[in-house]
């Protein structure tokens, strides 16, 4: 029969406050580790989301403002139309390619990369989008980002992450004396708010008061991150507000631009054909206007351009709705059709506003004209294009017309 092992007396043995010690200080590290890696990670994740839908929204915007130069093969008008990207914070590159994939214009930021490894990692592939004209795509539009949105943040995380870790550690020599429960709930406070901004983005949870002071200051020092966090999250949120904006409406009318008229036909169009009405499509396009730009100049057209599109939001009703597609073209979908908004009297309206004399910048009082072709759904087409289509060549004849009377 084999004798029991005996128990070596002289091995050497840890006291339980050590060992508490080393369970509490080993667990602190990881929880607060965790915790910061977390919120980190989760707020490098959606600052990424927010710059690459501005990058994307940054392209749309560039598409809509380099279309004229596509359409004439322009590469100094399409170098201009994506000049206001170029200030734009987090764009690298950008390029403007025609129908044949050829480069009309492109941009690089003058300023390096001070982490080309985060940007490769990050924005490893541009922004494509394509640019639409009539239904065809005539070419497309590419923006690279880069880190700079991020860099600042990542920055800030680790530092806030060292400096979490630094006063655990200070903190951990008093926590070993005191009761697993007195240690636990604190840690535990930390964590919840952590496991809400990593899995609900709940960057409005902070970390309350806590009874022990180097956990009170590791949480003010969350809620501090977390402070930045949704800091950087509003900014970006009004950021994307504002270029989804600036995507979907002209800069200098401040009217819904051909992108918005697409969408907002489609969802008439569908809804006319859903519920059996009719709808009129307005055409309006200025007279001699190129005249005005080449005899008083490119502000004297912007003038011009600005009363047209006073007068046509002013002969509106509720529901309607105007777009400006692209130099001194208009569009005018007129929902539903009634007695009181026929087409011919909105005509009219505009027409006599239109040729109410105004003044131009350089003091020269003006009297604009304007060719008007009515498009109706579905009697002249039934569906988006065609009325385009109709409406486009009733206008070109309401201009010749008015040329030979």
Known sequence: MTAPPTRDKSAPRTTLQRLLSRFHFGITLFAVALSGMTILLAGVTALRSYADRNIELAA???????????????????????????????????????????????????????????????????????????????????????????????????????????????????????????????LNEI??????????????????????????????????????????????????????????????????????????????????????TRFALLFIDADNFKAVNDNFGHAAGDAVLIALSACIKGTLRKGDFAARIGGDEFVVIIDTLDNDAAPEALTARIRDCVEDPFTLPDGTRYSASVSVGVAIYPDDGGDTTALLTAADAAMYSNKLARKLS
Not at 223 to 238: A, S
Not at 241 to 257: F, G, I, K, Q, V
Request: charged letters at 25%; hydrophobic letters at 40%; aromatic letters at 6%.
């Open 60 to 186: 749309q915007l560039g598409a809509y403002g380099v279309e004229p130069a596509l359409v004439f093969n322009d590469p100094v008008a399409a170098r201009e139309g994506i000049e206001p990207l170029t200030h734009m914070a987090g764009v690298a590159r950008l390029r403007v390619l025609d129908d044949r994939g050829r480069p009309l214009a492109h941009w690089t930021s003058p300023v390096s990369d001070p982490t080309p490894f985060l940007t490769n990692l990050f924005f490893p592939d541009p922004a494509s989008v394509p640019i639409r004209r009539n239904g065809s795509v005539i070419g497309t539009i590419e923006v690279w980002g880069d880190s700079s949105t991020l860099t600042d943040y990542v920055r800030l995380g680790l530092l806030a992450g060292l400096a979490c870790l630094l006063v655990t550690a200070l903190g951990t020599i008093a926590l070993a004396r005191r009761f697993e429960y007195e240690l636990v709930k604190p």
């Open 191 to 276: 964590a919840t708010v952590a496991h809400d901004v990593r899995l609900h983005r709940r960057f409005d949870k902070r970390v309350q008061t806590l009874r022990i002071a180097e956990l009170d200051r590791l949480g003010g020092d969350i809620n501090t991150l977390l402070d930045e966090l949704q800091g950087w999250q509003g900014h970006m949120e009004d950021e994307r507000a504002m270029l989804a904006h600036r995507a979907s409406h002209d800069p200098l009318t401040t009217m819904p631009n051909r992108a918005a008229l697409d969408e907002q036909l489609a969802q008439r169009v569908q809804s006319a054909e859903a519920r059996g």
